[in-house]
């Protein structure tokens, strides 16, 4: 079955963290939906000032409220994740991927919105620097580097390291997440027919101990009248 991969973004999207993850995911054959807070068009953005294009987002988060999701992808944007942080529909919605243990990949301010939705209490990750004192304050254990993966999370700091972070999502996807192995059933050890057969002639064979006991304490009935 073909995992589908959330995107969430809006107005004011870092394009390149938006499109790469994007185009890496649909290129290896997952199925990618963008997730944006109304239907039409967001604006994306490159370095939070020069306008790019727009995308067309295919669910709004009513709709993908009842949908099911492998994994959810947060790209960047100042704009972007200031935005959506103050939003409770999508504070929401990213909240249940962090309870679920879902894969999760967040780049640059996209961290914002996990702090929202209490995702990075004890979790190693990064972000742009600017979010440190955020992240450390909400119990994440900071790191400055190109990515870091902490479970079922990923993390990277900006566009730089997109490479690097793209190569990751794949590998997210490469094992199944706990909500999707199956549960294994304890092991009982069951004998085989020819055992089972032969335990049940030594049976018919071998009197109880109860109706052993039975013809030692019962007595000829002349015995008893002699008695």
């Known amino acids: 079955m073909t995992k589908i991969i959330a995107i969430l973004a809006t107005h004011g999207v870092e394009e390149v963290e938006l499109l790469k993850p994007w185009r890496t995911l649909k290129k290896a054959g997952f199925e990618t939906v963008l997730v944006a807070p109304e239907k039409g068009r967001i604006q994306s953005m490159r370095g939070d000032i020069k306008p790019r294009k727009k995308y067309k987002a295919n669910v709004t988060l009513e709709e993908a409220g009842k949908r099911r999701f492998d994994g959810l992808v947060l790209p960047g944007g100042t704009v ?30 996209g961290a914002w919105i996990l702090i929202e939705a209490e995702g ?5 990750m990064t972000s742009w620097p600017t979010l440190r004192t955020e992240l ?17 999370m990923i993390s990277s700091r900006d566009p730089d390291d997109l490479e690097i972070f793209c190569d990751a999502l794949l590998r997210q996807y490469e094992r199944p997440t706990p909500k999707a192995q199956p549960q294994r059933k304890p092991s009982r050890a069951v004998p085989s027919k020819a055992k089972q057969g032969a335990t049940a002639e030594k049976a018919k064979a071998r009197p109880s101990a109860r109706t052993r006991k039975s013809k ?12």
């Open 136 to 152: 450390v304050a909400a119990g994440a254990r900071w790191k400055d580097e190109a990515l870091v993966e902490d479970q079922n």
């Open 216 to 227: 030692s304490t019962v007595r000829p009935a002349a015995a008893r009248q002699g008695a």
């Open 120 to 124: 990075v209490k004890s979790r190693q």
């Open 80 to 109: 972007n994740a200031d935005t959506l942080r103050g939003n409770p529909s999508a504070i929401a919605f990213v909240r249940k991927f962090v309870q679920s243990e879902a894969p999760i990949a967040v780049i640059c301010h």
